[in-house]
């Protein structure tokens, strides 16, 4: 169903020249609990030139909405890990995010360096995030994810939530590379650095933060970068929950 979603998806595309979603992956917490090689010695099974894109901190509506107004143009999907209490402030925002075929993952509820808090703090701003974001896009707070994908503030985990994640099949995600575009530059020197940082990685999970006006000012020539130099955009979405092993009927003997 997904495939065919992605298929209607690229023929649906106004623009035939654009850079396009070339496939989903369906990423599983059981055989991928945790990726990103700058946090983690693993990553997500991409091919050469294949590259993910994941932006952090939303919804912010000044950057937010130029965000997916560059993602649409070139009709690619990404993944939001967002704040909870933005998400909650800007619940029509949300919704827009995962209408325009972007995955929803968790950010936290304020963005706490959850390595500096106490254990029940650090796990109250985990829940009560995956809450508001689930209450901003369909209505009903909940602690379990409609899509259970998780990022750390920071990258900065504990055993004790590593394992709490594990424990509920959230997978957790670093990145491969980032744009570092929590320091100020201009759109320009965003764009060189990213990719520079591309062009030695060839591959990988790309973290931006959709809440800065210079990576929003920024990502259509980046998107127009990796569409003139031969990369291939990767939508992540989870893996279907296994199968219940089918019970067979009592036999009379």
């Known amino acids: 169903m997904m495939v065919g979603i992605a298929a209607a998806q690229a023929a649906d595309c106004p623009r035939k020249d654009a850079l396009g979603t070339s496939r989903l992956l369906k990423v599983d917490a059981a055989t991928t609990p945790r990726v990103g090689l700058k946090s983690f010695p693993q990553t997500l099974p991409l091919a050469d030139h294949e590259v993910v894109l994941t932006f952090d901190d939303g919804p912010w509506p000044p950057t937010t909405t130029r965000v997916l107004a560059a993602l649409a143009h070139e009709c690619v999907q990404a993944t939001f890990f967002l704040i909870g209490k933005s998400a909650s402030e800007h619940p029509e925002l949300v919704r827009r995010i995962a209408a325009e075929g972007h995955s929803i993952g968790h950010h936290t509820w304020s963005h706490r360096n959850l390595k500096h808090i106490k254990p029940n703090e650090a796990v109250g701003e985990i829940d009560r995030g995956i809450s508001a974001d689930e209450k ?18 920071g990258f900065e985990s504990t055993p004790a939530t590593l394992d709490l994640l594990q424990s509920r099949g959230i997978v957790v995600f670093g990145a491969d590379f980032w744009a570092s575009d929590w320091n100020r530059m201009t759109p320009q020197q965003e764009l060189k650095l990213i990719t520079d940082r591309l062009e030695m990685a060839r591959k990988g999970i790309i973290l931006f933060h959709d809440t800065k006006a210079q990576t929003a000012a920024m990502l259509p020539a980046f998107l127009r970068h990796l569409r003139d130099n031969g990369y291939h955009v990767v939508h992540l979405v989870p893996a279907p929950p296994p199968a219940s092993p089918a019970v067979e009927p009592d036999r009379v003997h």
């Open 136 to 153: 901003a896009l369909h209505g009903v707070a909940t602690t379990t994810p409609s899509t259970p994908f998780f990022r750390f503030p």
